[in-house]
């Protein structure tokens, strides 16, 4: 009997499977057909390649036939489809088997599920009768759940707005008394309270605004009282803050951008802090200048001003050096307050002024102008320096009144002019402390006037004394020195305008005029010749200190001009002594009239400079002075201090010189030429005066 895990055979063989072959059925009905009869072999031989192999079930045959391992033998082949139906119906039994098995147990389920079917229609009857009892429970307990979460709702509600809309008493107490610090919570509860202040305007909008009138009123009562203490803590803040260069620390910078919401504690707070720190600078100041250690925050390092600086303008210049380093510091210190800060300053004064339309900072002379944070600085620190300022004036004023140096004067007046000019950029054009120094510029340039007035004053009696040699006098050589110290420290200064020279102008005047009209003084009691040397020799000396400035050059042009009229006098003597020492002046002369008529040969000898008595006595005249005379003309030049120009005055002079001689000659000529043709002479006036105008330039050259 094969095994259980093996496959059945299938009930049905084909026709054409080798076993139904082996052994067909004795009952047959039909019998075989005589040709299979006669040849059998070929008969399965053909059913056997009559048979599909791709055929599925003829697989599944050969294959249970392969796995039972049978021998092909005459008995196994007789027996193998008993063998095979044998095992199809051991087969089928066991499968009826375990199906009664399996029904069996299908009639334990069905019990089993009979049984909680009455189970579940038990539970169903007791659960509706229990709901039936407890429905009117679960309806009162609904309304109770609902109740409360409208409570819980209402708490929520009631919570949040006592958290937003009302100050807990720690709040209350940072706000309002004084013994608590300012800090964190301070600055916490008074955003909050300005908050609650703001969102107040919105309980209004409602039908009912009690609630919101009261809160505001509560607020507005805190808000009012913590700005105060704040107020009060800034200004302990600013008594405190007496180092020389105040630091602002972060709370004071939030604590002044906060109470720029109340414009006019902001400005109290300002004045306060103005005079805090122009106590403090002042004492500061005081200390740099005695060297006082008693005063706080001095340092006992550095020597007083007073006794380090001996001459006037080494003292002027430390106090205004102190004055512009504190100056420095205080912006700088200031700068982390009102530049970073200054929107949000800007922001508060605006709200402020909303708040509080009378309170207008006195820097803002429109209520409705923007918060500018620079020109509030740059007031603030000039107001803090207001204390410096005056002490400043006071030493500086004696500083000028006690100098009579003319060129310490000047230097002065220049180096407050320096010092104005570095202050207008920090302060601006509107301040006290400029104001100050433009003051202090006026009285030292004063001064200066009235040194150089004084000065001129003390020279009556040199203006009396001649000078030898027609040089330059001592005065006029000491203003000129004076002058030039005085250009040397224009030049070098902080002149800020575009036309530095008529700003120099009023210098020129003071400081040269004056002097140039003292030499013009002693000039005219002079010959014209000394006169015209001596003022060129002043004149030139003038020009050459004035020329290496590019701020003096309208005077310098002023001042050649001036030497060319000059020029013009020496040029015109030179030509005089020309004429005079060659004896042919009365012939220029005549030469000149007879331009004025028609020149012919009969008024030309009709003439008594041509007469031959006439020519004959100027021409050795001419002889005897052509070999000394251009040494003799520049001799009469030798005291002008410019050798080159007394050269170029006599060259001009030698030169028009000969060209009045060759009009000479030319009418001799002319003259001589008459007489040959109208009334014959005995001599000729060319043979009388026979020199050439050549031989006159050579001889003169």
């Known amino acids: 009997m094969p095994s259980q895990h093996q496959r059945p055979l299938p009930l049905l063989v084909r026709d054409s499977s080798a076993a139904h072959d082996l052994n067909p059925p004795v009952d047959s009905p039909v019998g075989p057909s005589p040709r299979s009869i006669g040849n059998p072999l070929s008969s399965k031989i053909n059913a056997v390649l009559a048979t599909s192999f791709t055929d599925a079930e003829f697989r599944d045959v050969l294959s249970t036939v392969d796995r039972c391992d049978l021998v092909n033998t005459p008995v196994t082949r007789r027996q193998l489809r008993l063998q095979l139906q044998r095992e199809v119906i051991e087969s089928n039994g066991e499968i009826i088997r375990e199906f009664g098995r399996v029904a069996e147990q299908l009639r334990q389920f069905g019990s089993t599920l009979e049984q909680l079917s009455h189970v579940y229609r038990e539970m169903k009857v007791e659960i509706v009768a229990t709901h039936q ?14 109740e409360r979460q409208d409570v819980e709702a209402k708490a929520d509600v009631l919570n949040r707005f006592r958290a937003h809309f009302v100050l807990s008493k720690e709040e209350i107490n940072a706000l309002t008394l004084s013994s608590e610090p300012i800090d964190e919570e301070f600055f916490s509860a008074l955003s909050k309270s300005k908050a609650i202040q703001r969102d107040c305007e919105l309980l209004l909008g409602f039908e009912d605004q009690t609630l919101g009138l009261e809160l505001m009123e509560q607020s507005s009562k805190y808000l009012n009282q913590a700005f105060q203490k704040l107020y009060k803590w800034i200004q302990r803040e600013f008594k405190d803050a007496g180092s020389e260069t105040p630091q602002m620390n972060p709370s004071i910078r939030r604590a002044l951008r906060l109470l720029s919401e109340r414009p006019s504690l902001f400005q109290n707070c300002l004045g306060f802090f103005s005079e805090a720190r122009e106590r403090t600078l002042s004492d500061a100041f005081h200390s740099a200048l005695t060297g006082d250690s008693s005063v706080k925050g001095a340092r006992d390092s550095v020597k007083p001003i007073e006794m380090v600086a001996h001459d006037p303008l080494r003292y002027v210049g430390d106090m205004l050096a102190w004055t512009h380093s504190a100056t420095v510091g205080e912006k700088e210190s200031l700068e982390a307050l009102f530049i970073s800060e200054g929107d949000e300053i800007a922001k508060g004064l605006k709200s402020g002024r909303d708040r509080e339309p009378w309170a207008v900072l006195p820097t803002t002379h429109d209520a409705s102008a923007a918060f500018n944070a620079t020109e509030i600085l740059k007031e603030l620190v000039d107001r803090n320096l207001t204390g410096v300022s005056r002490m400043l004036r006071q030493r500086i004023e004696q500083a000028i009144q006690a100098n009579e140096d003319i060129i310490c004067a000047y230097k002065l007046a220049n180096l407050i002019d320096f010092y104005r000019v570095l202050f207008s950029k920090l302060l601006g054009m509107q301040s006290h402390l400029l104001d100050c120094l433009k003051g202090l510029e006026s009285a030292a340039t004063r001064q200066f006037r009235s040194l150089i007035r004084d000065h001129i004053g003390t020279l009556q009696g040199d203006l009396q004394r001649l000078p030898q040699d027609l040089e330059l006098p ?18 070098t200064s902080l002149d800020e305008s575009l036309d530095r020279e008529s700003n120099f102008d009023p210098v020129l005047v003071e400081a040269l005029d004056p002097f140039i009209t003292g030499c013009e003084t002693l000039a005219n009691r002079m010959t014209p010749l000394s006169q015209a040397i001596f003022l060129i ?20 042009n002023r001042l050649q001009n001036s030497v060319a009229k000059d020029m013009t006098v020496l040029e015109e003597s030179q030509f005089s002594f020309l004429c005079k020492g060659s004896g042919v002046e009365d012939i220029f002369q005549a030469v000149g009239t007879l331009h004025t008529a028609p020149g012919d040969g009969r008024v030309l000898s009709s003439l008594p400079a041509f007469q031959p008595d006439a020519l004959s006595q100027a021409s050795r005249t001419l002889d005897d002075f052509l070999p000394s005379a251009h040494i003799d003309a520049i001799h009469n030049l030798n005291k002008l201090q410019d050798s080159s120009l007394a050269s170029r005055l006599t060259e001009t002079a030698i030169k028009r010189f000969c060209e009045r001689y060759e009009q000479v000659e030319e009418l001799i000529i002319m003259a001589d030429t008459y007489d040959e043709n109208d009334k014959p002479r005995d001599v000729k006036l060319r043979d009388i005066f026979s020199r050439t105008a050549a031989e006159v330039r050579v001889l003169l050259s």
């Open 537 to 556: 020799n002043c004149k030139l000396a003038a020009v050459e200190v004035l020329r290496p400035f590019d701020f003096t050059r309208d005077k310098v």
């Open 133 to 146: 009892q407890i429905s009117p429970v679960l309806q009162e307990s609904s309304a109770l759940i609902t």
């Open 474 to 491: 001592i005065f006029f050589q000491d203003a000129l020195a004076q002058l030039t110290a005085i250009m040397k420290t224009y030049d």
